[in-house]
Structures are given as C-alpha cells and as structure tokens.
C-alpha cells in the first residue's frame, strides 16, 4: 500500500445538460480547468447508461447497456493522470422505477438527463495512471517519494 497526503486546493460544483455525455463531460471540465487530481461525487438522473464490469481472471472489462431512464442513486469517483492528460475514473450505482439497483465502472455512453456534481480538486503530486502487470489494469503511480513511506 502507498499513501499520500493532500490538501484542498479548488470545489467545483457542475450542473452537466441534457443529452450530455457524462463522462465525456466531466473529463472536459477536468480538461478546462486542468484538474488532474481530485476527487468526484454525483447525483441525478441518465437517459441511458454503459457501464462496465472488469473480469479479473480474464483482464478485461465487459460492457453492459442498461437503456432505460435511471436515477443516479450514487456516483463517485477520481481525477488523476493518464498519458498526460486528466483521467476520471467513476463508479455509478443506478436505479429504476422499482428501486432496483444495478452498478459498475461509467463508460463513454451514457448519457445525461439531469446531473450535478462536485469535484474536489486537490494540491499536491498527481498520480499517474500506469499499466500494473498484476491487475492488467491502470493503476496510481507516484513518481516522487514524499518519504512519508516506510522501507521496502
Ligand atoms: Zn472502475
């Protein structure tokens, strides 16, 4: 485990459109105004969704269309760096007209129907997202050693 220590730098609060890519969106917003480390909360309602689930074995993500309108129930995420450019990583818990709860990693498609945000932008030394043989995923790196770790 790595820990690092960081302050508050800038809060946005974000009213995302209708028809609005959200993803798409809040990496622009995190584009715009060159946040490349923070943290995400969200909350509303999305037309349609895509979300994805990462098969561990297998290393890779399997993509699901929920097309029906959903609430937002819980939304949350992080802001960090990949190939030099601000990353977001976001998991959505969405549900239906019966309260049914269906989730996953927020995927390119899904689109907005009302939204609000907040995004914390923190101060301090960004983590970059680097491929990790273990996961196959993309996971924090950090360059620098702040010498808050211990040996080894
Ligand atoms: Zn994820």
């Known amino acids: 485990m790595e820990t690092r220590a960081y302050r508050d730098r800038r809060t946005f609060l974000i009213r995302f459109a209708t028809g609005e890519d959200l993803l798409e969106s809040l990496e622009a917003v995190c584009r715009r105004e060159g946040v490349s480390c923070g943290t995400v909360t969200l909350i509303g309602s999305v037309s349609t969704a895509v979300l994805g689930y ?73 983590p970059e997202r680097v491929p990790d043989e273990l996961t196959g995923l993309n996971l924090w790196h950090w360059e620098a050693d702040d010498g808050s770790r211990g040996g080894g």
């Open 54 to 126: 990462y098969h561990q074995e297998s290393c890779r993500y399997e993509t699901f269309a929920v097309d029906e309108p959903l609430e937002i129930a819980a939304g949350i995420g992080n802001v960090s760096a990949r190939l030099g450019a601000p990353f977001c990583h976001v998991h959505l818990v969405l549900s239906d007209a019966r309260g049914q709860a269906r989730g996953g990693h927020l995927m390119p498609g899904t689109i907005v129907f009302a939204a609000e945000a907040q995004l914390r932008e923190l101060r301090g030394e960004a």
